[in-house]
């Protein structure tokens, strides 16, 4: 019997007749992608090229459904109205009335493809849009949720084994691994997340995302990391022969992710020291087989 995992998010709900228009100059991903069998990773950017948000969007009718970090919802809500202008589209928080849950490893009769989707009770299910090694992702009405799952075989269990998978996969959760106003997408592996339309054309933050790419200006990477000790907090410095290397973020059970410099992602970089904890990178990160 599989498993699922409800996970604390906020949920907005855009609708009106403009909302793939106005998404499309705001957002990373090409919104025109959208559809009722298709959910779509994408980050919202400072206009200087910095992660302010990500989240996922998926269609429901006449609607789409913004999933998104859990407390931050109420501030994306803001920066997206700020953006509405004449545009003929709604925004709503509907975080109240739904409920996100993850179920790792089961097809669910959907196509192994990342943002694969198809509706599921009164609500949605997709493959995870980042890269289906995550499973997928349901977005149900909050009453009827634990009972549309049990359903289908699912039983519940707590966020442990999925906060290890994703960890393991190098996939990032919010600002408990990136920085707002400070972290670049690409250092953040979102470019391997299915998170960037490079032949979208301009949106907020675009310029320097395309820099970064282009003139290879990328000098540091959020990557899966072991650990031979005790958990370092998050942002504890990481160390090579005393020289700063890199800094922690979220762990579990002896995995975690760090933003390294490339070069301490190299075999032969030499032994890394966060606080009294040796740390090793555990491969490569970004969309997982």
Not at 54 to 82: K, N, P, Q
Not at 93 to 122: F, H, K, Q
Request: aromatic share 6%.
């Amino acid at each position: 019997m599989a498993d699922f995992t409800f996970l604390d998010r906020d949920v907005l709900r855009l609708t009106g007749e403009d909302r793939t228009a106005f998404l499309q100059g705001l957002v990373s991903n090409d919104m025109r992608k959208v559809a009722a069998d298709r959910a779509v990773f994408a980050a919202f950017l400072t206009p200087q090229g910095k992660y302010l948000h990500d989240f996922h969007v998926v269609a429901l009718g006449d609607a789409w459904l913004i999933d998104c970090e859990a407390g931050r919802g109420a501030d994306l809500f803001r920066r997206l109205r700020m953006y509405k202008l004449r545009s003929k589209v709604e925004l709503a928080d509907v975080t109240a009335d739904w409920a996100v849950a993850a179920i790792p490893g089961v097809s669910l009769d959907l196509p192994n493809e990342p943002g694969a989707a198809r509706p599921l009770a009164d609500g949605v299910i997709h493959v995870d849009a980042r890269t289906a090694a995550l499973g997928a992702r349901a977005l149900l009405p909050k009453a009827a949720a634990g009972a549309t799952l049990a359903g289908l075989g699912l039983t519940e269990t707590g966020p442990e084994a999925w906060d290890r998978l994703r960890l393991t996969l190098g996939v990032p959760d919010g600002t408990r691994d990136l920085v707002p106003e400070k972290t670049v997408l690409l250092e953040a592996n979102y470019d391997a997340l299915n998170a960037i339309a490079w032949d979208k054309g301009c949106y907020m933050g675009q310029e320097l995302t395309a820099r970064t790419r282009y003139r290879g200006l990328l000098k540091k990477r959020l990557a899966p990391v072991l650990l031979d000790g005790p958990a370092p907090e998050p942002g504890t410095l990481i160390l090579r022969e005393g020289r700063e290397a890199g800094e922690m973020r979220s762990s579990r059970d002896g995995i975690g992710l760090a933003l390294l410099r490339l070069e301490a992602l190299e075999g032969d970089a030499g032994p890394l020291l966060a606080g009294e904890t040796p740390v090793r990178p555990a491969g490569s990160t970004g969309k997982a087989a």
